[in-house]
């Protein structure tokens, strides 16, 4: 009999629960919808939030201190890691990039370093490739211990070459010296301009390479899944390392968008002169030519042909190929983007606002040419 009173409580707790949630349910379903968007809330200028975030006090300084100099006893583990053939991968909470920087300064003296910077939005790899290849070529012709199978006497311009190509070359380099490698730091391999398939191939392509060694970070919880087997444990043959820093992403956060803040319009002008500024008169010069016609006609693009045209009257460029070095200058910095036509061809965008534009032009284009007219 007590069994069976059991089995009738619980019988009852479990038709009362189920009673509770579909009331719930029901009562949820009829109560009045809230009217509040997110695009009500009254978010702060970006400069602002950035600005109050550099305030906060650090905490627990003293034991981040004691943790950071703890891995510093790991720095011979991990350069003899390297100099077997392996890629060390760090992971766990925090900005790894000081970390790595101070190992690489201190224990990795007698090698060449490249650094790349996965946490900026575009990278170009087949310029960090080509720099690869030089340093590579520079320090083995100088030691003199380098012998390359199957390379013309008369050796091609790196910048000229593909990536297969180049990525031969670094892979077929042969020296007496077994100690020998450049090493190439990347922080954030798993950041947003590293993130598609055909990068991180060339990426496990590189690291696979005979006289190359990779040191690397991840933050994201998934990036292993950029990796099959093979070049997980075959090219970057990685050592993994657990190295939670606890340490502020400050270097990397100043390139990502903060959600609670909208872009300052004056932030995009000063950036966008900035760049500007960085480049050629000539490039600045085109760049011109494409602004006055989006201000002259905010609707449209320009198609790539009428700016070639409208270059070619001002003697800006000699050549289509002139024209998409600037082009890719100006896609590489986000100056400049490609937008469909209604008729179906591609048109140049500069993806900033009529008034944001006119004081980039007013700011840094007019003073260009008022600074060559002194001249």
Same mark, same amino acid.
């Given at each position: 009999m007590d069994v069976n009173d059991n089995w009738e409580e619980d019988d009852d707790e479990e038709f009362e629960f189920s009673r509770n949630y579909f009331l719930a349910k029901e009562l949820a379903s009829s109560a009045k919808k809230s009217?509040?968007? /997110?695009?009500?809330?009254?978010?702060?200028?970006?400069?602002e939030l950035r600005e109050a975030v550099s305030k906060i006090e650090p905490k627990h300084e003293n034991e981040i201190t004691l943790l950071l100099d703890s891995y510093k006893t790991l720095y011979p583990e991990w350069r003899f890691a390297l100099r077997s053939g392996f890629g060390l991968l760090m992971y766990g909470f925090g900005s790894k990039k000081a970390l790595i920087e101070d190992f690489a300064s201190t224990s990795l003296t007698k090698y060449s370093v490249v650094v790349i910077n996965g946490y900026l939005q575009a990278i170009n #790899?087949?310029?960090?490739?080509?720099? *690869?290849?030089?340093?590579?070529?520079?320090?083995?012709?100088?030691?003199?211990?380098?012998?390359?199978?199957? /390379?013309?006497?008369?050796q091609q311009p790196f910048n000229s070459q593909s990536m297969e190509d180049l990525l031969i070359f670094l892979d077929q380099a042969e020296t007496e010296d077994h100690d020998f490698f450049v090493c190439v730091v990347i922080h954030n391999i798993d950041g947003p301009g590293l993130r598609d398939s055909e990068t991180q191939q060339? *990426?496990?392509?590189?690291?696979?390479?005979?006289?190359?060694?990779? =040191?690397?970070?991840?933050?994201? =919880?998934?990036?292993? /899944?950029?990796?099959?087997?093979?070049?997980?444990?075959?090219?970057?043959?990685?050592?993994?390392?657990?190295?939670?820093?606890?340490?502020?992403?400050? =270097?990397?956060?100043?390139?990502?968008? *903060?959600?609670?803040?909208?872009?300052?319009?004056?932030?995009? =002008?000063?950036?966008?002169?900035?760049?500007?500024?960085? #480049?050629?008169?000539?490039?600045?010069?085109?760049?011109?030519? /494409?602004?006055?016609?989006?201000?002259?006609?905010?609707?449209?693009?320009?198609?790539?042909?009428?700016?070639?045209?409208?270059?070619?009257?001002?003697? *800006?460029?000699s050549s289509q190929v002139t024209l998409n070095s600037h082009l890719t200058e100006f896609k590489d910095h986000e100056l400049v983007k490609i937008k469909k036509h209604s008729d179906g061809q591609d048109c140049l965008h500069i993806p900033l606002t009529a008034e944001a534009l006119q004081k980039v032009v007013d700011k840094s284009l007019n003073q260009s040419t008022h600074d060559d007219e002194n001249e």
């Amino acid at each position: 009999m007590d069994v069976n009173d059991n089995w009738e409580e619980d019988d009852d707790e479990e038709f009362e629960f189920s009673r509770n949630y579909f009331l719930a349910k029901e009562l949820a379903s009829s109560a009045k919808k809230s009217k509040h968007k /997110l695009t009500d809330i009254d978010v702060v200028d970006e400069q602002e939030l950035r600005e109050a975030v550099s305030k906060i006090e650090p905490k627990h300084e003293n034991e981040i201190t004691l943790l950071l100099d703890s891995y510093k006893t790991l720095y011979p583990e991990w350069r003899f890691a390297l100099r077997s053939g392996f890629g060390l991968l760090m992971y766990g909470f925090g900005s790894k990039k000081a970390l790595i920087e101070d190992f690489a300064s201190t224990s990795l003296t007698k090698y060449s370093v490249v650094v790349i910077n996965g946490y900026l939005q575009a990278i170009n #790899l087949k310029q960090v490739i080509i720099a *690869l290849a030089e340093v590579l070529w520079d320090q083995t012709k100088t030691k003199r211990r380098v012998s390359y199978r199957d /390379l013309p006497k008369s050796q091609q311009p790196f910048n000229s070459q593909s990536m297969e190509d180049l990525l031969i070359f670094l892979d077929q380099a042969e020296t007496e010296d077994h100690d020998f490698f450049v090493c190439v730091v990347i922080h954030n391999i798993d950041g947003p301009g590293l993130r598609d398939s055909e990068t991180q191939q060339y *990426l496990a392509r590189l690291a696979a390479c005979a006289r190359i060694r990779v =040191v690397a970070s991840i933050d994201h =919880v998934n990036a292993p /899944l950029f990796w099959d087997k093979n070049m997980a444990h075959t090219q970057f043959n990685w050592c993994w390392y657990h190295v939670p820093t606890f340490a502020p992403y400050k =270097v990397e956060g100043m390139f990502y968008p *903060l959600i609670l803040a909208h872009g300052s319009a004056n932030q995009t =002008v000063k950036t966008a002169t900035i760049v500007l500024l960085s #480049l050629t008169r000539n490039a600045q010069s085109v760049f011109k030519v /494409l602004a006055e016609h989006q201000l002259s006609h905010p609707d449209e693009g320009m198609p790539i042909n009428d700016l070639y045209s409208a270059c070619q009257e001002r003697f *800006l460029v000699s050549s289509q190929v002139t024209l998409n070095s600037h082009l890719t200058e100006f896609k590489d910095h986000e100056l400049v983007k490609i937008k469909k036509h209604s008729d179906g061809q591609d048109c140049l965008h500069i993806p900033l606002t009529a008034e944001a534009l006119q004081k980039v032009v007013d700011k840094s284009l007019n003073q260009s040419t008022h600074d060559d007219e002194n001249e």
